[in-house]
């Protein structure tokens, strides 16, 4: 097998680094491949596409395998290139003609300056001619990625208790991981100051670019001979072999071992991983969303997952002083506070200019702090990541300590100021609420587990009190026999059925933690939100509702109150899985599924949204949360015992000499092929609430 390749590389504006394009095909014994290096889409050119449609009979003229790279363009001239592949094919016989497309644009570079090489040039260096290389490496390795595909998602496919809807569902949202302006980098420090840079700038490289520079289009041709010469040498753009582990297809341990070539900081480091809130919201890494989109992460690239929370950790320990003006109360303050979670990484310059929401101060947001907690917590005990643990915690105690400042009453628990701070932006909150609060129970479990398997007793020991007369407070002021009040306020609202109430109930659940309240709570408030947010909306086909009044009336209260969140409808469906409500669970997030993906929707396919309105117009397309599917499949995969109702408050029996234990992942089969979180030892959770 031959490989023809046609490469063209393109100066783009604005002085930005140089993108090239390359197309190629594969010549069998039965497939015969010819190109047409250059033509034009002016009828000046030289060749125009209309003689080449008109010149072309199933192939171009052979001597243009000898024509060597085309001259350059003039500014603003288009040129184009052409691969075809031929093939006889006998009556009823069958014939595979392979074709690839890739392109290679080594640097990103951000507004304010700041330029870094692409993750794929620690393996193929960074002159943008990797592009051939590429385009080669994917025409003789997709028959092997499609079998690892079809490996990885066979047992979900075959699942016959799983809904069809939900199994294409579940593989197309992923589509955001790709499609959500998403940014890989090989090193945190930008071009020009890494060693790599100038290790992997040769000089045919530096000539190379420089003959870029000066053309606005170039195109090249390189026949199959010279790639297949070339399939050893690879190895020149770095280990492809790495290349291979690095993308390999999921559903693997978490903790994998390196291989004898590398060492134990090459095999952790998977560069930076930035990804948008979405592409109406450019802001990196929003992580009041990515606390719902981080199961995908978790799931299927750990390691990412594991590097964009020590991002940050290390946020959460830096303090920008730098004045902003925040438009929705039009006061000023800091950028960043130390202790505070940030919103996002920025926009402009991320990493470095954090927080580019200016919407409300994210420094006084309720949420941010619980969920970054919780999150650590979830990713630490499912890796069992011990040095990950270590490294994190001083941000976690930083974290929950920054929180005390919103006990107003000094029972333990957080109140809200009056003003949306939270995710729900636009919905404003009195006193006690039940999202945050619900969070911050959880974060307390969750901050306590973790310092006792740390060996920070003392810390452990005041989240544990604190947790056990919050929880009280929290029941006594919200609880009202079926569901937990909106908030503790004297509002309208104060009494709607919130569909996220219990969203901190999911992340314990999903962590291997004791349930927040007993049995006969959850299910009631879970059901109360089915009969409610889900079906007398539309019958249950458009996913669970905000807000809804116990009345069976809307909540219009605001914008996001009456709105439906894609993201939050899978996160409440995979509560009622971690629930034992499996039916209903599926119920709710179907109707995602139909309002969204269906043929009888609204035609989001592949541009899921935020959210949508009862008469079907949205906000925010292609948007991260409705990656929150995968937190179904993880709370499909817990092992069964976790999900059995507790029996024992884990917060009255945590034994600090039998924190030994950690959750570590294992490959297993079938339906729990995903995750499986095993206990080695005396488990601190063997013990229910």
């Given amino acids: 097998m031959r490989c023809f390749v046609l490469l063209g590389i393109y100066r783009t504006a604005k002085d930005n680094p140089p993108v090239s394009f390359a197309i190629a095909a594969c010549e069998t014994q039965n497939v015969n491949v010819t190109v047409l290096p250059c033509f034009g889409l002016a009828e000046g050119s030289c060749i125009t596409a209309k003689d080449m449609w008109a010149k072309m009979d199933g192939q171009f003229d052979r001597e243009n395998f000898n024509a060597g790279p085309s001259m350059p363009s003039m500014p603003g001239e288009t040129l184009c290139a052409a691969v075809s592949a031929s093939a006889w094919v006998e009556p009823h016989g069958k014939c595979t003609v392979a074709f690839a497309v890739a392109w290679s644009s080594p640097k990103v570079k951000f507004l304010k300056g700041s330029s870094y090489y692409r993750r794929y040039t620690k393996y193929y260096g960074t002159s943008p001619r990797a592009a051939k290389e590429l385009v080669h490496y994917s025409l003789t390795n997709y028959k092997r990625w499609e079998e690892e595909i079809e490996k990885w998602q066979d047992p979900v496919l075959k699942d016959d208790r799983l809904p069809e809807w939900y199994k294409f569902t579940l593989f197309n949202e992923l589509y955001f991981l790709v499609a959500g302006g998403t940014i890989w980098i090989d090193s945190g420090e930008p071009v020009g100051c890494s060693v790599n840079d100038k290790k992997q700038l040769t000089k045919d490289?530096?000539?190379?670019?420089?003959?870029?520079?000066?053309?606005?289009?170039?195109?090249?041709?390189?026949?199959?001979a010279n790639l297949d010469e070339a399939d050893a040498g690879l190895g020149d753009h770095g280990n492809v072999y790495a290349l291979k582990q690095e993308i390999a297809v999921p559903f693997k341990k978490v903790k994998q071992s390196c291989s004898v070539a590398e060492s134990q900081d090459d095999c952790d480091d998977v560069g930076r991983f930035l990804y948008l809130e979405g592409v109406e919201y450019i802001m990196w890494c929003t992580y009041d969303v990515h606390f719902y989109a981080s199961f995908a992460l978790l799931d299927l690239f750990p390691k990412i997952e594991l590097s964009i929370q020590r991002e940050f950790a290390k946020a959460v320990l830096s303090e920008d002083g730098r004045k902003v003006r925040f438009l929705a109360e039009g006061n000023f303050g800091i950028r960043k506070v130390r202790g505070a979670v940030p919103h996002d990484l920025g926009t402009h310059d991320p990493w470095k200019e954090m927080n580019a929401y200016n919407i409300h101060d994210t420094s006084k947001w309720k949420d941010l702090n619980p969920k970054f907690v919780l999150q650590v917590y979830r990713d630490f005990a499912a890796t069992g990541d011990m040095a990950f643990g270590i490294d994190v915690w001083p941000s976690v105690r930083a974290a929950m300590e920054y929180m005390d400042q919103f006990d107003m009453d000094g029972d333990g628990l957080i109140e809200n100021d009056g003003f949306p701070d939270q995710t729900?932006?636009?919905?404003?909150?009195?006193?006690v609420s039940a999202y945050c609060g619900c969070l911050w129970l959880a974060a307390l479990e969750a901050a306590a587990a973790m310092a006792f398997q740390l060996g920070d007793k003392e810390f452990g020991e005041k989240c544990k009190r604190k947790y056990l007369m919050?929880?009280?407070?929290?029941?006594?002021?919200?609880?009202?026999?079926?569901?937990?009040?909106?908030?503790s306020g004297s509002s309208s609202n104060s009494k709607s059925i919130q569909a996220d109430q219990l969203a901190g109930q999911w992340y314990t659940a999903s962590s291997g933690l004791a349930n927040l309240f007993d049995d006969y709570k959850i299910k009631s408030t879970l059901q109360k939100i089915?009969?409610?947010?889900?079906?007398?909306?539309?019958?249950?086909?458009?996913?669970?509702?905000?807000?809804?009044?116990?009345?069976?009336?809307?909540?219009e209260t605001c914008m996001q109150s009456r709105e439906i969140w894609t993201g939050v409808t899978y996160a409440v469906a995979a509560t009622m899985i971690l629930s034992g409500m499996e039916e209903q669970g599926f119920s709710t997030a179907e109707g995602i599924f139909t309002a969204g993906w269906s043929e009888e929707g609204f035609g989001y396919w592949f541009q899921t949204p935020e959210a949508w309105t009862l008469d079907g117009h949205f906000r925010s397309l292609i948007y991260m949360r409705p990656l929150a599917i995968w937190g179904m499949q993880w709370a499909l995969s817990m092992p069964r015992a976790v999900l059995e109702p507790p029996t024992i408050n884990m917060m009255d029996r945590i034994d600090p000499s039998v924190l030994s234990s950690r959750f570590v992942r294992a490959?297993?089969?079938?339906?729990?092929?995903?995750?499986?979180?095993?206990?080695?030892?005396?488990?601190?959770?063997?013990?229910?609430?």
């Fill in 205 to 224: 490289e530096k000539a190379k670019i420089t003959l870029a520079a000066r053309a606005d289009n170039i195109i090249e041709h390189t026949n199959g």
């Fill in 470 to 487: 919050a929880k009280n407070a929290f029941e006594a002021k919200l609880w009202n026999g079926s569901y937990f009040n909106y908030d």
């Fill in 424 to 431: 729900y932006d636009t919905w404003t909150v009195h006193g």
């Fill in 530 to 555: 089915f009969d409610y947010n889900v079906m007398k909306i539309k019958g249950g086909r458009m996913g669970a509702i905000n807000g809804m009044h116990p009345t069976g009336k809307v909540d």
């Fill in 667 to 689: 490959e297993v089969d079938g339906r729990k092929a995903s995750r499986k979180l095993k206990c080695f030892g005396n488990s601190m959770f063997s013990c229910a609430c």
